[in-house]
């Protein structure tokens, strides 16, 4: 009764902590009530009665700890997304364990549902598992952020699946094959790893999502597995929102799911373009100390935030210099481009961490009718959400996808250390643009010395 009790008391904080997360006033209340709901049911499972030793669960909990809390609190911000990408290879591979561990204890007296379940819950696990980690070197540079690619590499993934598939069906009808069961925990470890070595660094917030979606579903079948409530409730509120985030992720980028999946999107050309070269060549570039000088007569200015600040660590700095043009009588906004960074809403995550308030953060299709009547648009470190061939290059890997239209500003200043292309390998026109003006260097010195110079006029 008490196990029961406790699960329907962590279930239902589940659902209230999901809610609360759909809005930033309430989404640090849902966190906690989240995190209480998991207390909660890892205090109820502590208390069921096929356990006969506590030994290896403490031992568990006491390493899980040691680990945990360090990660949660050395990791910076900036970090986030490679710290969740982590996260969700050590949820597949606990997923996929347990799943091993099951069958080997019941496969000779399973039902046809439990060995069907199991058999999903092994192969979403360990496609989890490993493409987690994929996703992990890349967003960590260990690993080439653009996609890699070979010959028949989507028949070769494609055939994957249906041989998973295919595996599990036959587990169903003969359950005791131990044969077919390590065959499908090889393949989907492999697969994992053909899933994410073709998505390139700009759907990294798609495949998060995907991820996300993946180990929810197999924590999900785990309960069916396992006959417990709390894992299928958790499990499915997990997989079904990361599911339904990375469709939003793809509608915000105009692409179709199964093109992020198979599309390799972010391809580096082979050669630079002779037309890029002679590009290069009419940039316009000014220094910290002329931006001050335009700064100081600007009465709108908005702020568009991309990777580049997130890596230099520059949201503080962004809020520094941003009360500096207030105190002058400027207004100052922040556009958020849905896909900016490497995880849904890194931007927003990453401003609110330097206390600006969340009014002042626009999504893109309220802020872009603004851009025509700003004085100046700041862009510091984003590329590919505000690439003018996003709307004039049919070409283009990114045509179609929703940009910022900074280039409608009466000025544009761009903070990045050089001209290399963003995460999908291709130029940027507006980086040459007539109304540009380009300050090269790392983008929390170049916003230090701009907001000295305005705070010592």
Known sequence: ????????????????????????????????????????????????????????????????????????????????????????????????????????????????????????????????????????????????????????????????????????????????????????????????????????????????????????????????ALNNMVLIICGALDGGSGFILALLMCKAMNRSFSNVLFGAFGSVAAAPREAATAEKATVRSGTPEEAAKIFKAAKSVIVVPGYGMAVAQAQHTVREMASILEKNGATVKYAIHPVAGRMPGHMNVLLAEADIPYDKLIDIDDINPEFPHTDISLVIGANDVVNPAAKTDTASPIYGMPILDVGSS????????????????????????????????????????????????
């Not at 009466?410 to 040459?432: C, T």
Request: contains cysteine.
């Open 1 to 224: 009764m008490i196990i029961t009790i406790s699960y329907f008391i962590a279930s239902t904080l589940f659902l209230f902590g999901l809610k609360d997360l759909t809005h930033p006033n309430t989404a640090r209340r849902g966190t906690s009530l989240a995190a209480l709901g998991m207390l909660i049911a890892v205090f109820g499972t502590l208390l069921h009665h096929e356990i006969v030793d506590y030994k290896w669960i403490i031992a568990g909990l006491v390493i899980g700890t040691v680990i945990g809390i360090p990660m949660g609190l050395k990791i910076p911000m900036t970090k986030m997304p490679e710290r969740i990408a982590l996260s969700h290879s050590f949820g597949g591979l606990a997923i996929a364990l347990v799943g091993v561990v099951e069958y080997y204890r019941h496969a000779g007296v399973m039902g046809k549902v439990q060995i069907g379940t199991i058999g999903f819950e092994v192969f979403l696990g360990a496609v989890t598992f490993t493409g987690s980690l994929m996703a992990f070197g890349k967003l960590q540079e260990l690993l080439p952020g653009r996609p890699m690619t070979f010959p028949k590499q989507n028949i070769i993934t494609v055939g994957s699946i249906v041989a998973a598939i295919l595996l599990i069906f036959s587990l169903i009808v003969l359950p005791t094959s131990y044969s077919a069961f390590n065959l499908l925990l090889a393949l989907s470890c492999v697969l994992g790893v053909l899933v994410v070595l073709p998505i390139g660094g700009a759907d990294m917030p798609v495949v998060i999502c995907l991820l996300n979606s993946y180990a929810g579903l197999a924590a999900s079948a785990s309960g069916f």
């Open 410 to 457: 009466k000025l544009v200043m761009v903070l990045k250390r050089s001209m290399n292309p963003g995460f999908a390998g291709i130029d940027n026109a507006l980086f040459i643009g007539s109304n540009t003006m380009m300050i090269f260097g790392d983008a929390k010195q170049t916003l230090l010395k701009i907001t000295a110079a305005l705070a010592a006029a």
